[in-house]
T-cell receptor
Framework: DTGVSQDPRHKITKRGQNVTFRCDPISEHNRLYWYRQTLGQGPEFLTYFQNEAQLEKSRLLSDRFSAERPKGSFSTLEIQRTEQGDSAMYLC?????????????FGEGSRLTVL | GENVEQHPSTLSVQEGDSAVIKCTYSDSASNYFPWYKQELGKRPQLIID?????GEKKDQRIAVTLNKTAKHFSLHITETQPEDSAVYFC????????????FGSGTQLTVLP
């Protein structure tokens, strides 16, 4: 499968712990996005990278959240001092910089449960 | 910022009937409107999109219409099949691309055999 891959698929943690998620985009895609999805809601934008540069961050991304894409390939999303409200599905997506298409290719997500 | 409202939240139709899902958006600068389908436990996948210079777009059994004046757009699925059962999300963007997408809250479509 050459699609977007995310790891881990599920993470259960205790409140106050740190967690890190990894995303490997489709290899030729230079744009990478992180979204958060809670039950019964659509994906909410968190942040966006073009190559290694983080170009946009949502106000949802508090200072406990940090994302990196050090070499312009894979990306990590770290949540420090997790809270129960952080429980959600974290979706990664990638896309090509083609103005004629806006298609996002999503991974299957990393589900976080904070106890 | 952009706000996208989606209705209905659930929709049940008989196999072979048509289904219509409607979305409204708030930012008149939005110019790109994709629709994503998410099957249970799977990733969202793009099924069709439309840009603000077009009023309607069709792809086999799926069509999307856009009314810029009223700031609403709709997904139409004809001759529904059980495999159309999924959650459908509309979205809007001011960038003309996948950047800055704001998603609706989703519609659970169930096609009854």
């Amino acid at each position: 499968d050459t699609g977007v891959s995310q790891d881990p698929r599920h993470k259960i943690t205790k409140r106050g712990q740190n967690v890190t998620f990894r995303c490997d985009p489709i290899s030729e895609h230079n744009r990478l996005y992180w979204y958060r999805q809670t039950l019964g809601q659509g994906p909410e934008f968190l942040t966006y990278f073009q190559n290694e540069a983080q170009l946009e961050k949502s106000r949802l991304l508090s200072d406990r959240f940090s994302a990196e894409r050090p070499k312009g390939s894979f990306s990590t999303l770290e949540i420090q001092r997790t809270e129960q409200g952080d429980s959600a599905m974290y979706l990664c997506a990638s896309s090509l910089p083609n103005k004629n298409t806006g298609e996002l290719f999503f991974g299957e997500g990393s589900r976080l449960t904070v106890l | 910022g952009e706000n996208v409202e989606q209705h209905p939240s659930t929709l049940s139709v008989q196999e072979g009937d048509s289904a219509v899902i409607k979305c409204t958006y708030s930012d008149s600068a939005s110019n790109y409107f994709p629709w994503y389908k998410q099957e249970l436990g799977k990733r969202p996948q793009l099924i069709i999109d439309i840009r603000s210079n077009v009023g309607e777009k069709k792809d086999q059994r799926i069509a999307v219409t856009l009314n810029k004046t009223a700031k609403h757009f709709s997904l139409h699925i004809t001759e529904t099949q059980p495999e159309d059962s999924a959650v459908y999300f509309c979205a809007a963007s001011v960038s003309g691309s996948a950047r800055q997408l704001t998603f609706g809250s989703g519609t659970q479509l169930t096609v009854l055999p």
